[in-house]
């Protein structure tokens, strides 16, 4: 792996900083979040298997499949793609893959005695090492008969993500699809989690900059060509405030009690737009 900057050109340059000493509220990237053309590839290729994970696990995202199962599946299914699961022993994280059913907004620890059943909606939440490179996204399924309002956060949160991608473009900010991810979710009565956002993504697991689902337009982080992020909105239908587990140390709850669904792309930036790696 190689964990050399792209030295942006001087055009690149002289853009950023115009931009940024015109509107006070937006950032400019750090040098380091800026990749290559050869991390790109890299990236693009972990995204690439990271997908083929995530199509492996989802025919038995079904009704009586415990969590652990799932588990045992991206593991074997990874291996056998060369791949590594990146949450494996990550800042001691027990299993393979999060898997976050109903209240369980995310970082859910896959368990032998959690059978999916009917009504239940699960994020099933993949990242793969590849040569090195990163690729991570998250699915949301829902298991049988799942009520209306619920199948509704599920399909909201995949539009608020699909429409941010729309926005993600070179030279816009992370603010304008952090509002329209925001937006969404408040026009459909829903609340966005704050505390947790996405994150750079592709050298290392989490990379600087932070991405949250929420913001001004025309604000936050100026998105240059080469960047490497995912978004990854997770939307409450209650409350948007969340707890952590006092005993695993990783299950983030809402604090109502109430569901939350969330949807992860992983994208890159180009000079014309961007590409959706890891779906
Ligand atoms: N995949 C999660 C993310 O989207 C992070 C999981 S960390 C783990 O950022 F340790 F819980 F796996
Ligand atoms: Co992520
Ligand atoms: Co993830």
New binding site residues.
């Given amino acids: 792996m190689s964990k050399e900057s792209a030295m942006p050109n001087f055009a690149t340059m002289e853009r950023i900083r115009g931009i940024c000493a015109r509107n006070r509220h937006v950032q400019a990237p750090s040098i380091k979040m800026l990749k290559t053309q050869k991390q790109l590839d890299g990236i693009r290729r972990a995204g690439e298997i990271n997908a083929k994970v995530l199509d492996a696990v989802e025919p038995y995202v079904k009704e009586g499949v415990s969590t652990e199962e799932l588990d045992r599946i991206v593991a074997e299914r990874t291996k056998a793609l060369g791949g590594i699961c990146?949450?494996f022993h990550?800042?001691g994280?027990p299993k393979h893959v999060?898997t976050s059913i109903n209240e369980v907004v995310?970082?859910g620890i896959p368990d032998p005695h959690r059978i999916l059943k009917n009504g239940d909606i699960i994020n099933v939440?993949c990242?793969t090492i590849y040569k090195g490179y990163y690729g991570?996204a998250?699915r949301m399924y829902c298991i049988g008969e799942v009520n209306d309002d619920w199948r509704r956060l599920v399909e909201v949160t995949k539009q608020s993500v699909e429409k941010a991608v729309r926005l993600a473009q070179p030279w816009a900010t992370f603010g304008d699809f952090g509002h329209a991810i925001d937006r969404m979710a408040r026009e459909n009565g829903f609340s966005v989690v704050r505390e947790i956002g996405g994150?750079g993504c592709g050298v290392d697991f989490?990379e600087d900059p932070w991405v949250p689902h929420f913001g001004s337009p025309n604000a936050g982080q100026l998105i240059v060509p080469g960047m490497s992020f995912?978004i990854?909105p997770m939307i409450n239908m209650g409350t948007h405030r969340v707890t952590e587990d006092a005993e695993d140390g990783?299950t983030i709850r809402t604090e109502d009690g109430q569901p939350s669904a969330q949807w992860?792309y992983h994208l890159i930036i180009t000079e014309t737009g961007n590409e959706i790696i890891s779906r």
């Fill in positions: 990146a949450p990550y800042e994280f999060c995310c970082h939440d990242t991570d998250s994150h989490h995912t990854e990783w992860e």
